[in-house]
């Protein structure tokens, strides 16, 4: 009863104005930063505020970047699919704790109206917003890289971008169909958030290791550019691939905002149309137009010559039947010839289906017709073989 009583108090002294994080088993830091099994981790969760770079990147602060997910476990990302994460206060609010028995549709796992609105500010969850219309938009980026020690700012771009959250625990979010696959070892891909006022101007970022499944294409995810604020002008806004935000650290931020946005608050940088990012997966991030890596007649030379083959074979088959069409309406629009040859003169004669007394007067004219006929058919059967060896040569 009192181990019940101290993990209970364990669960909620964790929530206690916790902020939020994506989880999933292929996560960065699940267990925390001890090295030891944490069923109600947090560490993940702290904010990110005015750090140096090797603070603020992949959450290197506390030194969760040196926490990877057990080896096998990785978040799948189907291309042209979705894939789910808990947004939650700690661990023991998602479903990688305790058989999910401390979650709820919310993620400190407790329950609040459908249209939960606090015109200061929603501190319980810590989810920096008034409501869910002013939810700022969370983010996931993808690298290439497998070490993560590789990923850098200017190679993990954003693929994925959903607006007004983060709000319940469960979310989705979706993925561009020509994602290429990842190295053996996989990619390392991260979570971000920017609260939109509402406290401190800070961010959050979670590392995972991920990899891309049914992928289809090969074109690479081209280097990302800085995002920009064009709120209400989206001729100014970074075209293609983009960064994550980096905002209010020591160093190397990538985006610097002044004044007022649209509505009159202080603007704040975020994953929204604010910043040129579309809800849904991000299918400008490519270097150019999708490849179907051999799938498609434009794909591998294999399939292109096997391609060539069948087009010459084809067309020299059309070839030859249209020859044998001409020799079928030459012969029927013929006479029917019979020939024979005389051992005295080696002079043709001739029968025909025509009348006796025709054949007799036309007998020397048809002897030359004869002839002629003989050499029509000789050069048409010559012309077939012609044609046979020539395509038979561009077949192959």
Not at 306 to 331: G, L, R
Not at 338 to 351: I, K, L, P, V
């Amino acid at each position: 009863m009192r181990a019940a009583t101290l993990l209970g108090a364990a669960v909620w002294m964790g929530a206690v104005n916790a902020h939020l994080a994506a989880w999933h088993k292929g996560m960065y830091c699940l267990n925390g930063n001890t090295g030891s099994t944490d069923l109600n981790s947090y560490a993940i969760v702290s904010p990110i505020y005015q750090q140096p770079f090797s603070g603020w990147w992949m959450h290197g602060f506390n030194n969760c970047n040196q926490y990877p997910p057990a080896d096998g476990d990785f978040l799948d990302l189907p291309a042209g699919g979705s894939f789910s994460v808990e947004i939650a206060s700690n661990r023991a609010k998602t479903t990688l704790s305790y058989n999910g028995q401390y979650t709820s549709e919310w993620p400190d796992g407790s329950t609040y109206p459908e249209d939960y609105n606090v015109p200061t500010c929603i501190t319980s969850p810590n989810m920096h917003t008034q409501n869910q219309s002013q939810a700022a938009g969370t983010a996931f980026a993808i690298s290439y890289e497998s070490d993560i020690n590789n990923v850098t700012p200017d190679n993990l771009a954003v693929f994925s971008v959903r607006y007004n959250t983060p709000w319940k625990r469960e979310i989705q979010y979706d993925v561009p169909a020509a994602m290429p696959a990842c190295p053996a070892a996989g990619c390392i891909c991260a979570w971000g958030w920017v609260p939109n006022g509402c406290g401190q101007p800070n961010i959050y970022q979670t590392p995972f290791r991920c990899r891309v499944t049914g992928a289809t294409s090969t074109t690479p995810v081209a280097a990302p550019k800085p995002p920009v604020w064009c709120e209400g002008n989206s001729g100014a806004c970074t075209k293609g691939a983009k960064q994550m935000i980096y905002w209010n650290q020591n160093e190397r931020n990538n985006i610097v905002v002044s004044g007022l946005d649209q509505v009159g608050e202080p603007k704040s940088p975020a994953y929204n149309s604010k910043l040129g990012f579309p809800d849904g997966a991000q299918e400008d991030i490519f270097t150019g137009a999708a490849s179907s890596g051999g799938s498609s007649s434009s794909g591998s030379p294999a399939s292109v010559v096997s391609s060539a083959a069948a087009a010459a074979k084809s067309t020299a088959a059309a070839a030859a039947a249209a020859v044998a069409s001409s020799i079928s309406k030459a012969s029927s629009s013929a006479p029917t010839i019979s020939t024979t040859t005389a051992s005295s003169n080696s002079t043709s004669t001739t029968s025909t289906t025509s009348s006796p007394g025709r054949q007799r007067k036309c007998s020397a004219g048809r002897t030359k017709r004869s002839v002629t006929a003989n050499t029509e058919l000789t050069a048409l059967h010559a012309d077939i073989a012609g044609h046979k060896r020539r395509h038979a040569r561009r077949a192959f």
